[in-house]
C-alpha cells in the first residue's frame, strides 16, 4: 500500500472493505440475518448529503443493511431523539450514526449521549470513550482506527517512538493518541496554544495533523524519515478553483517523509471501511449478549 512513500488509503480501504465483506458474509450465514447500518442525516448541509450518501453506499456494497433516514432541518430535538430511541429498540439495527454538525437548534451531545453505546459506530458516546481510555473493549471512533491501520500497514514501529498529535477534537485528536499511547508511543498532544509548533513536530517520529488548518505543517516542520498522517480535509481555492488540501503541505513534506498519506485518497477512505467495520464488531458483540 506504499508507491514510494506515499501511503495509498484508497487501496488499502479497498482491502479493508473486503475483510469486512468476508465477516458479513459469515455473520450472515451465522445469525441469519445482515448486520445493519442506520445513519441519519438532519437538514442538507452538502457535504453531510455527500457523506452519508457514500456510507449507505458503502454499506450496501459489502452487505450491511444500509439504511439512510433523512429528517428535515427543522426536526426538533425530540423528534430526533425519538426516532434514535426507536432504533436503539429495533434488534436488526446494529449501528446507529448521528451524521454532524446538527442544526444549531439541536443539543449534540444530548443526541450523542442517547445512542445505545452498544450501537455506536462512532464511538463517540461517553461510555465508549471512557472504555477507549481505559484501555478496555469499545467502539473506537473510523478515523483513529484507520489512522492506525494505515501505520500498521507502512510498518511503523509505535513502541518507544514519540508521536505527535496536532488537534484535541473528541472525535480524532483525544481518540488516536490514545490508541498510539496503547502502542507504547510516548504521546504529545498538541494544539492552537502550543508553544513552539514547528519545534515539537520536529521531535516526531510519528506526526497526526488533525487540526483543519490548510497546508499549516511545512517541510521544515518535520524530522527526516518521520511518518505522516494528514487527517486534514480543507476546502481552498486555487487559481480559481474549488480543491481539498489535508493540513500538511504534501508536496513540501513528501521530500522529508519516510512515509505520508495524501488528501484526498488517504485517512478519508479509511475512515468510511472502518464504519463498516465497526458495524459488524457491534452486530457481532450484540448477537453474543
Ligand atoms: N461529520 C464529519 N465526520 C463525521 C463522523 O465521523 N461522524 C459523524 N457522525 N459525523 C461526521
Not at 432504533?87 to 436488526?92: E, S, T
Not at 483513529?144 to 473528541?170: F, I, K, Q, Y
Request: net charge positive; with cysteine.
Amino acid at each position: 500500500m506504499l508507491n514510494g512513500n506515499v501511503l495509498d488509503g484508497k487501496a488499502l480501504a479497498s482491502k479493508v472493505r473486503t475483510e469486512v465483506k468476508e465477516r458479513v458474509d459469515a455473520f450472515i450465514s451465522r445469525h441469519g440475518r445482515a448486520p445493519g447500518l442506520d445513519v441519519i442525516l438532519v437538514g442538507e448541509n452538502a457535504a453531510s448529503v455527500v457523506y452519508t450518501r457514500n456510507k449507505e453506499k458503502a454499506a450496501k456494497e459489502v452487505g450491511i443493511r444500509g439504511v439512510l433516514h433523512t429528517l428535515a432541518g427543522a426536526t426538533t430535538e425530540a423528534e430526533l431523539l425519538k426516532k434514535i430511541d426507536q432504533l436503539n429498540r429495533d434488534p436488526n439495527v446494529d449501528g446507529i450514526l448521528v451524521q454532524l454538525p446538527l442544526p444549531k437548534h439541536i443539543n449534540e451531545m444530548r443526541v450523542l449521549d442517547a445512542i445505545d453505546p452498544g450501537k455506536d459506530v462512532d464511538g463517540f458516546h461517553p461510555i465508549n470513550a471512557g472504555l477507549l481510555s481505559s484501555g478496555r473493549p469499545s467502539l473506537v471512533p473510523c478515523t483513529p482506527m484507520g489512522c492506525m491501520r494505515l501505520l500498521a500497514e507502512a510498518d511503523v514501529s509505535l513502541e518507544g517512538a514519540n508521536a505527535v498529535v496536532l488537534g484535541r477534537s473528541n472525535i480524532v485528536g483525544k481518540p488516536v493518541a490514545q490508541l498510539l499511547l496503547h502502542k507504547h508511543a510516548t504521546v504529545t498532544i498538541a494544539h492552537s496554544r502550543t508553544r513552539d509548533l514547528p519545534a515539537l513536530c520536529r521531535t516526531a517520529d510519528v506526526l497526526v495533523a488533525a487540526v483543519g488548518r490548510a497546508e499549516l505543517v511545512r517541510r521544515d516542520w518535520v524530522k527526516a524519515g518521520a511518518v505522516v498522517i494528514d487527517v486534514g480535509i480543507n476546502r481552498v481555492v486555487r487559481e480559481g478553483k474549488s480543491v481539498l488540501v489535508g493540513d500538511v503541505l504534501f508536496e513540501e513534506v513528501k521530500e522529508v517523509a519516510r512515509a505520508i498519506t495524501p488528501v484526498p485518497g488517504g485517512v478519508g477512505p479509511m475512515t468510511i471501511a472502518y464504519l463498516l467495520s465497526n458495524t459488524v464488531d457491534a452486530a457481532v458483540a450484540r448477537a453474543a449478549t
